[in-house]
């Protein structure tokens, strides 16, 4: 703990550039400022941040404080203030539903889920080999390589209501192979 006469002078080696004497005086005030920061924006990670930013805008501004006495008030005034700024523009929370976050990740599947897709995956590439190759190539670059049906009709050098023809047709095909795929 530091007393009254050597944070004074800690303050004004610091406002001279000293950085291990700021050092101190951050290591000195971190708790404070955390405390300050947590009970504003109810956050621990948001207030470890906020503390970090306090520490550093402080630095930036001691040369302007004209009263080093009144440094533990100043540092309390930045934090309030950088805190309420940090609310104030706080994006607004919205609720969503689990769910979307939970499939982003696979989470929510059981195992026999992901058995099961897996499976799928399988049928359905054995499907593609079993297609003529104009319509596993059409159906590849549709639907894996994300092709739009403008650049499909460049590559096929096909009008596009032809590629939409050829499309329509691959996805019945494989329908059909898939359909006899599945025992029944």
Same mark, same amino acid.
């Given at each position: 703990?530091?007393?009254?006469?050597?944070l004074?002078?800690?303050?004004?080696?610091?406002?001279?550039?000293?950085?291990?004497? =700021?050092?101190?005086?951050?290591?000195?005030?971190?708790?404070?400022?955390?405390?300050?920061a947590?009970?504003?924006?109810r956050?621990?990670?948001?207030?470890?941040?906020?503390?970090?930013?306090?520490?550093?805008?402080a630095?930036?501004?001691l040369?302007?404080?004209?009263?080093?006495?009144?440094?533990?008030?100043?540092?309390?005034?930045?934090?309030?203030?950088?805190?309420?700024?940090?609310?104030?523009?706080?994006?607004?929370?919205?609720?969503?539903?689990?769910?979307? =976050?939970?499939?982003?990740?696979?989470?929510?599947?059981?195992?026999?889920?992901?058995?099961?897709?897996?499976?799928a995956a399988?049928?359905?590439?054995?499907?593609?080999?079993?297609?003529?190759?104009?319509?596993?190539?059409?159906l590849?670059?549709f639907?894996?390589?994300?092709?739009?049906?403008?650049?499909?009709?460049?590559? =096929?050098?096909?009008?596009?209501g032809?590629?939409?023809?050829?499309? %329509?047709?691959?996805?019945?095909?494989?329908?059909?192979?898939?359909? %006899?795929?599945?025992?029944?």
């Amino acid at each position: 703990m530091v007393d009254e006469l050597e944070l004074l002078q800690l303050v004004e080696l610091a406002q001279t550039g000293d950085r291990q004497a =700021f050092g101190v005086l951050a290591r000195q005030f971190e708790s404070t400022i955390f405390a300050i920061a947590l009970r504003r924006l109810r956050n621990r990670t948001e207030a470890a941040e906020l503390t970090q930013d306090v520490l550093v805008q402080a630095m930036r501004k001691l040369p302007q404080l004209r009263e080093p006495e009144r440094f533990a008030g100043w540092l309390r005034r930045i934090t309030v203030r950088m805190a309420i700024n940090r609310v104030v523009r706080r994006p607004k929370e919205t609720i969503s539903n689990p769910e979307i =976050f939970g499939n982003i990740r696979g989470e929510g599947r059981s195992p026999l889920e992901h058995i099961l897709k897996g499976e799928a995956a399988g049928e359905v590439k054995a499907g593609l080999r079993k297609l003529r190759a104009l319509d596993r190539a059409t159906l590849l670059a549709f639907y894996f390589e994300g092709q739009s049906l403008i650049e499909m009709s460049q590559q =096929f050098q096909s009008p596009v209501g032809t590629i939409k023809r050829r499309l %329509h047709t691959a996805r019945n095909r494989l329908k059909d192979v898939l359909t %006899h795929l599945q025992p029944a």
